[in-house]
């Protein structure tokens, strides 16, 4: 697999990340030590996790396998911090909560606090990539970039970065404190960043890592005759989001994927996959799967490359 750097920076990671949202929820330890060595053997290098994921679950399975399965050394990996579960929170129909609440706060005390739990949780004295999960109206930028700076000269962080930014706050964020990657959701269902995250980014020298560079699953294809019943678009808490997005100009999209698959003789994941991965500053695009078998597929499309006047023909249909 091929290794880019990030942004302007010297570390390179490779062009395909390994998402760990999954784990501890849908994907048990033994799929997710599957997963790992599979990712490891095809060339790839960077694993994304949060403490945010199943309560810190995710880490301390990723944490299990290093050492054990996977030497430290031959991972890249990337976590953040600044979100915090909240408790309680009532719905305005006074309904009670049905699922996990999460509150933003990048104050020093919850970064640096949120930054030990991760290196205990993943057995490991630092994080290649560390990232202010999302921006923060109460805390001061100052404050911010001094808690990033302290956690980079401790040598507990390698790189900063940053998530869930928009332009502006990703350029007040850089120009306190070097940052290397930004995280955001891009695919060919989501390219509004492209108006003013992507060019902050490239001005900064920073590398993009493209999220959710399928669309929950909807650039693949599986939603064309309906809603699977194993699908996200079934799962009660994904449900919503999946479906919100199912409209007139999504069905455009996938069934120009699915007509360049076709003509490619590949599949649709394939195509979409390709056509985010080489966008004009993209250093990564992290990739999920809940089992062994889709994360197969996933790896076997990362060799396509894609003509340039298909991917013309992808830009000119999803176009903002």
Request: charged share 20%.
């Amino acid at each position: 697999m091929e290794q880019r750097a990030v942004g302007r920076s010297g570390l390179r990671v490779s062009r395909m990340g390994l998402a760990t949202h999954t784990w501890g929820r849908e994907t048990d330890s033994e799929d997710a030590a599957a997963q790992l060595v599979a990712f490891i053997e095809t060339g790839g290098t960077l694993v994304d996790t949060s403490p945010a994921y199943q309560g810190g679950g995710a880490q301390r399975i990723l944490g299990e396998l290093i050492g054990e399965l996977i030497p430290r050394d031959d991972l890249v990996i990337s976590g953040c911090a600044g979100l915090v579960s909240v408790a309680g929170v009532v719905d305005p129909d006074g309904e009670p909560p049905t699922g996990i609440h999460w509150s933003v706060d990048t104050s020093r005390r919850t970064l640096l606090r949120q930054l030990d739990r991760s290196l205990t949780d993943l057995n490991t004295d630092h994080l290649d990539i560390w990232s202010v999960a999302a921006w923060d109206p109460y805390t001061p930028v100052d404050e911010v970039a001094a808690a990033v700076e302290y956690a980079v000269r401790s040598g507990k962080v390698r790189y900063a970065g940053a998530r869930g930014l928009n332009g502006w706050q990703l350029a007040t964020l850089a120009s306190e404190v070097p940052l290397v990657a930004a995280h955001a959701p891009y695919s060919l269902l989501a390219r509004g960043n492209e108006r003013d995250l992507v060019p902050a980014a490239a001005h900064h020298g920073i590398g993009m890592v493209a999220v959710s560079p399928l669309a929950g699953g909807i650039l693949t294809g599986k939603y064309r005759d309906g809603v699977p019943a194993d699908s996200r678009g079934a799962d009660e808490a994904t449900a919503a989001e999946i479906r919100e997005r199912l409209d007139e100009h999504a069905t455009r999209v996938v069934d120009a994927v699915v007509t360049a698959a076709d003509g490619l003789g590949t599949s649709p994941l394939a195509v979409a996959a390709a056509w985010i991965r080489d966008r004009p500053g993209v250093s990564s695009m992290i990739v999920g799967a809940r089992d062994i078998g889709q994360l197969t597929g996933v790896l076997a499309a990362e060799t396509l490359e894609l003509p340039r006047a298909i991917a013309a023909a992808l830009d000119d249909v999803s176009g903002i």
